[in-house]
């Protein structure tokens, strides 16, 4: 079970570059930062080294997929390639394809700095998770497949028995 965890976590770090921001998470001590998460976002105790969000970033309930935002952005767009990614450091040729496949380096671990989204657009405490705060939830807490209002995801419930819901939305291209 390890494994295919470990293996999670690893395809989201490779994934999100170009994808979405499953998750947010908050810390447990209080800062003197705005806090601007909307009314209905709260943070759920699941016994953990954090709080976790009640739902994704950009989103109205548990099961609402909410925004995308590709790796280190903070605005959603129309489309998501390596053309449009802010951090591109290549260029399309006359033949249309691109001349290079090399990236600004902003790091692996981007949770609250400029490039965290959740940071930004929730302010306060409010952060994206660490790659280790990930292998925690994995980890340390149950997994079990769920739907909720005919949205299916992963009902997690975490070793104080509090549990939140990871709808499954897809992956944007």
């Known amino acids: 079970m390890k494994n295919k965890f470990a293996s999670f976590i690893n395809t989201m770090l490779v994934l999100l570059p ?3 921001v499953i998750v947010s998470c908050k810390k447990e001590e209080e800062d003197k930062q ?3 998460a909307p009314s209905h976002v709260e943070a759920v105790d699941l016994g953990l080294s954090v709080k976790w969000a009640n739902c994704n970033i950009g989103a109205s309930t548990p099961e609402d997929a909410g925004a995308c935002y590709a790796w280190g952005e903070t605005e959603e767009k129309e489309e998501y390639t390596p053309f449009t990614y802010n951090y591109y450091l290549g260029d ?3 033949d249309g394809n691109y001349n290079s496949e090399e990236y ?6 981007i ?3 400029a490039y965290d989204v959740v940071r930004t657009k929730w302010g306060g405490t409010w952060r994206m998770p660490t790659k280790k705060e990930l292998e925690e939830l994995c980890f340390e807490c149950s997994w079990e497949a769920a739907e909720i ?3 299916k995801g992963k009902l997690i419930t975490g070793p104080n028995g509090n549990s939140i819901f990871l709808p499954c939305t897809g992956i944007y291209r």
């Not at 600004?104 to 671990?109: M, Y």
């Open 18 to 20: 170009i994808s979405l």
């Open 34 to 36: 705005q806090d601007n």
């Open 149 to 151: 209002n005919g949205v």
């Open 111 to 113: 949770s609250g700095t």
């Open 92 to 94: 399309l040729n006359e």
């Open 104 to 109: 600004k380096n902003i790091g692996r671990n």
